[in-house]
C-alpha cells in the first residue's frame, strides 16, 4: 500500500502524490499534477510506483506499492 505523500502513476490522469489513506473504503485520495482536484482511486487500481525526482513509473505494471 502506499502512503500519504507518494509519488503514484496512474496510466490514464497521469502522476499525482497520494493525499490520503481511506482505509474504510479501501482507496486513495490522490492529487494529480495535471488535474484540478483530487481524485478517489480504489486500492485495486494498479497504480505504479514513482521515484522523486523521475519523470517515468517504475517498470512493473503490477506494482501496487
Known amino acids: 500500500a502506499f502512503g500519504v505523500g507518494a509519488r503514484v502513476h496512474h496510466r490514464i490522469l497521469g502522476f499525482g502524490t497520494v493525499e ?4 474504510e473504503n479501501f482507496g486513495y485520495t490522490i492529487r494529480f499534477d ?20 523521475d519523470t517515468t513509473p ?3 505494471p503490477d506494482i501496487h506499492e
Do not use: M
Open 20 to 23: 490520503k489513506v481511506d482505509e
Open 34 to 53: 495535471n488535474v484540478a482536484t483530487p481524485r478517489a482511486i480504489h486500492f485495486e487500481y494498479p497504480l505504479k510506483a514513482v521515484v522523486e525526482g
Open 58 to 60: 517504475l517498470a512493473n
